[in-house]
């Protein structure tokens, strides 16, 4: 029944089909499992949020209701303290009650400012019955143990967190998670803490330390989707719930610390994917903040998924999409199979049949199969054109001999014709070919002659029409060639004789350029040195007015050195008075010192040292006086001097101001002269860049008129090569010509006289002046 060859077009067809539906399938499945696994992986992530949202609203409302109740007891306390009957024996009684009621309480404590509770600090020194601390400060502490719940007192700790945290910010606070060993036993403990205020002042800081072990506890029994896990992390990144106990209490460390801090900052969800167990089971790990009521702390839920929860279901529809994809590929293939015999290969297994037997040469039945209204039938239409064609083949065979012989005889005629018309076409081309060498040699005269059958006739007429218009053009050309070589000769012999003549006026025009220039530069040197006279004249009559005022001022110092000397004089009077005065006064203290006998033999002594040192006064003043008097002379006659020295010095500096005026008009007269010579030359100079343009302008039209003659030479002797009947008719004439140019006398030519130079006289420039003569 299933008789299938594999390289049959209906095998092939099916083959291709079924690996289409196959792939389609596969495609497909793909898609749905991959949709499939999306989906039960959003479900069971929408799943664990829930779950890590109800886990974390148990844990806030457990926290809560211990926050709720520090609350509380702080402001009871502190309407109390306002009240003026707040007895420590009833906050003691009030903060018991905080670890009676609640089980996640662990201890209930008040902490009170340093002497402002009720000021009875003194009396209840190490008083524990009434909590008072070692320095009396009211610090009662309950704490609930495995034997029941127990009284203490502890010491002020002002700057330990549970109370900064409440005392600096006046809100509720919880402090980090820590171990508190006094039970012996490790509890993980935090405390919860409110400022307590009595009259706008701080007098305190109440709260209740929560046991963060049961809690935990509670926490790490939950299973969620039977081998999930709950973790929690405190605000600090610590371990309150960790994968294992030796992580209790320690920072999270691991794969998606940026995560646990997004949520700790901003209070952020968010999930760490593909992590593994210690087990080797991977698992994805939900992030959840949770934010602690009434005591601004944020905690971290984390459930871990297992993957094997997702996996399960996705593992279990994979397979149903894969067993019903076989079922259907098999369907479909066994349909198509039949389908594929019943429409494919019956039909063309006909048509074969049939193009075999065209192919043998028997065009007499007709194709079977045409009735068919599918591709089929239309193959086998095609088919029987086909055949008809085919039985026509031997018809148009014989046409096609005849119409074959037919097309060799007109091949035949065409051949002889061209034979024929290749004679004369060359006979006519070696004639033109004569015609073209005899030009090419420059023979002018020559003319085709001869019949030109047919369309050639032109051919003829045309040459010979161009060789005439060609020989006029060439006897024209020629005579202005003759005309153009005669002109340029005179051209280039007079332009020849005002090249040298411009080069020797040039050659003038540099000497006295170069002479005017020189003599400019002198002019201007001596501008120069007349300016530096007259500025060094200058110098010397400011130094020269300068000294004056030295002078004046040297004899106003030696008249004041003069009326010192006389006020000296004067303060050696008193001098000399002094000492005297002195002297009397020494020698009456002698003759005191003599009438009081012993006991005025000292003072004698002094009075008598005094008396020489007064003599040595006077003696000393005297011969200042008489350096002074000497220095007044002195003085007197440098004034005297120095007045002479001014009034020569003033003399000097008036004729020294009218050299300066003299040497001021020499040096302006000589810039003057300067300027002036300056224009000349530069006049001078521009007629010889003008003459030198000018000799150069000479050059180039002289080189043009010769290379302009040379062009006519060659243009003539290019001409010469072509023989007009013109040229040959002159010829026997050229005798005749030659011996009569010989009788006509010689032309008048033009040219250049010696240049003569004319002196410079008075200051004018040598000019060279050209003179032509006629001979």
Do not use: C
């Amino acid at each position: 029944m299933f008789n299938i060859q594999p390289k049959s077009l209906a095998t092939k067809l099916i083959a291709v089909t079924g690996g289409t539906i196959a792939l389609v399938l596969l495609a497909s499945n793909f898609v749905l499992i991959s949709q499939s696994e999306d989906r039960v992986q959003s479900l069971i992530r929408n799943e664990a949020n829930s779950e890590a949202r109800a886990i974390a609203n148990e844990v806030a409302g457990a926290v809560g209701e211990l926050a709720s109740a520090a609350r509380s007891t702080a402001g009871i306390i502190g309407k109390a303290h306002e009240g003026g009957f707040a007895e420590r024996k009833s906050v003691i009684d009030l903060l018991k009650v905080n670890v009676e009621k609640n089980d996640f309480a662990f201890g209930s404590w008040f902490a009170a400012e340093k002497d402002t509770y009720d000021g009875k600090a003194a009396d209840y020194v190490a008083n524990t019955e009434f909590g008072g601390a070692k320095d009396g400060t009211f610090n009662p502490y309950w704490t609930k143990g495995a034997d029941g719940i127990s009284f203490s007192t502890f010491e002020s700790e002002y700057d330990a967190e549970f109370y900064t945290l409440a005392s600096k910010s006046g809100k509720g606070a919880m402090t980090a998670p820590y171990l508190e060993t006094g039970t012996g036993k490790a509890i993980s403990i935090a405390s919860i803490a409110y400022p307590v205020m009595s009259n706008g002042k701080l007098i305190g800081v109440g709260g209740v330390d929560v046991r963060l072990t049961t809690l935990a506890e509670r926490v790490s029994q939950l299973k969620p989707f039977g081998s999930g896990r709950v973790l929690i992390l405190t605000q600090s990144g610590k371990w309150l719930v960790a994968p294992r106990p030796d992580l209790a209490m320690k920072a999270y460390d691991g794969t998606g610390a940026e995560v646990i801090e997004a949520a700790l900052s901003s209070q952020t969800a968010g999930i760490i994917p593909d992590l593994t167990m210690a087990d080797g089971e991977s698992f994805d790990r939900v992030v959840y903040p949770v934010a602690l009521p009434d005591v601004n702390t944020t905690w971290v839920v984390l459930v871990d998924i297992p993957h094997s929860v997702i996996n399960a279901p996705i593992k279990e529809q994979t397979f149903m999409m894969v067993v019903g994809g076989l079922i259907v590929l098999a369907a479909v293939l066994t349909g198509l199979w039949l389908a594929v015999r019943r429409f494919v290969q019956k039909p063309l297994s006909g048509l074969v049949g049939d193009v075999e037997r065209l192919s043998a040469g028997d065009y007499a039945d007709p194709v079977s199969g045409q009735e068919r209204t599918d591709e089929t039938g239309a193959v086998a239409k095609a088919l029987e054109g086909f055949r008809h064609q085919l039985a026509d083949t031997k018809r148009l065979e014989a046409e096609a001999e005849s119409q074959r012989q037919m097309t060799e005889t007109e091949r035949t005629r065409s051949e002889a014709e061209r034979q024929a018309s290749g004679a004369l076409q060359r006979d006519i081309v070696a004639r033109l070919a004569e015609g073209l060498a005899r030009l090419s040699s420059g023979e002018l005269s020559y003319r085709l002659s001869g019949e030109f059958p047919g369309e050639y006739a032109k051919i003829k007429t045309d040459f010979n029409s161009a060789m005439a218009s060609l020989e006029e053009t060439i006897q024209t050309v020629n005579a202005s060639v003759a005309n153009i070589g005669n002109g340029t000769n005179e051209i280039s012999s007079g332009a020849t004789d005002l090249s040298q003549r411009t080069e020797k006026q040039a050659a003038s025009l540099e000497e006295t350029a170069a002479a005017l220039d020189q003599l400019t530069s002198q002019v201007n040197s001596s501008a120069d040195n007349a300016r530096i006279a007259a500025q060094s004249v200058g110098t010397a009559s400011d130094d020269a007015v300068k000294s004056g005022e030295v002078v004046q001022k040297a004899i106003a110092a030696m008249k004041g050195i003069e009326k010192s000397s006389s006020e000296i004089s004067n303060i050696i009077g008193v001098i000399d008075e002094i000492a005297f005065q002195t002297n009397l006064l020494a020698l009456n203290a002698g003759v005191e010192a003599a009438r009081a006998g012993e006991a005025g033999k000292g003072f004698a002594v002094v009075a008598q040292e005094v008396r020489e040192l007064a003599q040595r006064s006077a003696n000393a003043a005297k011969e200042i006086k008489n350096l002074i008097n000497a220095s007044e002379a002195q003085v007197r006659e440098g004034v005297d001097l120095v007045g002479k020295t001014g009034s020569a010095l003033e003399k000097i500096a008036e004729q020294v101001m009218q050299i300066n005026s003299l040497i001021s008009q020499i040096s302006s007269s000589a810039s003057e002269q300067a300027v002036g010579l300056k224009e000349i030359n530069s006049a001078v100079n521009q007629m010889d860049q003008v003459t030198q343009q000018n000799a150069a302008m000479v050059e180039e039209a002289t080189a043009a008129s010769v290379s302009l003659n040379e062009e006519a030479k060659t243009l003539q002797s290019l001409v010469a090569r072509f023989r007009t009947a013109q040229a040959q008719q002159a010829a026997a004439r050229q005798p005749q010509r030659a011996v009569q140019a010989q009788a006509q006398p010689t032309a008048a030519v033009r040219r250049p006289a010696p240049t003569r130079a004319i002196p410079q006289v008075a200051g004018n420039t040598a000019l060279a002046l050209d003179d032509w003569e006629e001979f």
